[in-house]
């Protein structure tokens, strides 16, 4: 009787694992996808403003300075309110790694992590969309005036 209940209680632990596991695995897909859907909802508002003019201190829906254009696009995307500067938003998201980027993430650029004074989002390919004294543009994050500082993920 005793070897009975044994084996009963590790067939039990060994199916409960491989629920789990499984559900761990689903569970991974779906925030990928959730991720991938994430980015092409803030990216179709993002494309919206393309050209549209930089202003010191502007948030939106005409003329944006960077910090302003992520926030307003987070915000009339996914409903993410994002904190007014780039250095907040440093301090808001979730920091990753430059070999974990994803497009969606942050890209802040500064002189160090204590002075964060520009953010765009990244549109994957090594460019990001942001709003810079050109306006709202596509570029490289790897022009040579910028010096990128870390990478943040929102949501």
């Known amino acids: 009787m005793k070897k009975m209940i044994n084996k009963f209680a590790i067939t039990a632990a060994a199916f409960t694992s491989l629920l789990f596991a499984g559900a761990a695995a689903s569970n991974n897909n779906t925030a990928h996808a959730d991720t991938k859907a994430q980015f092409t909802s803030v990216y179709r ?18 003329t944006f300075d960077c910090s302003g254009f992520t926030k307003y696009i987070y915000s009339h995307s996914l409903g993410v309110n ?18 974990h ?27 990001m969309i942001d709003a810079q004294n050109r306006g709202v543009i596509r570029e490289s994050i790897h022009a040579p005036w910028w010096h990128v500082v870390a990478y943040g993920r929102v949501a």
């Open 45 to 62: 508002v993002a494309k919206t403003k393309l050209g549209a003019r930089y202003v010191y201190g502007s948030e939106g829906s005409r």
């Open 101 to 127: 980027i994803k497009k969606g993430d942050l890209v802040f650029i500064g002189s160090s992590k204590k002075n964060i004074y520009h953010v765009g989002m990244y549109i994957g390919g090594g460019k």
């Open 82 to 99: 994002l904190p007014r500067t780039a250095q907040q938003q440093y301090h808001y998201s979730k920091k990753v790694s430059k070999k």
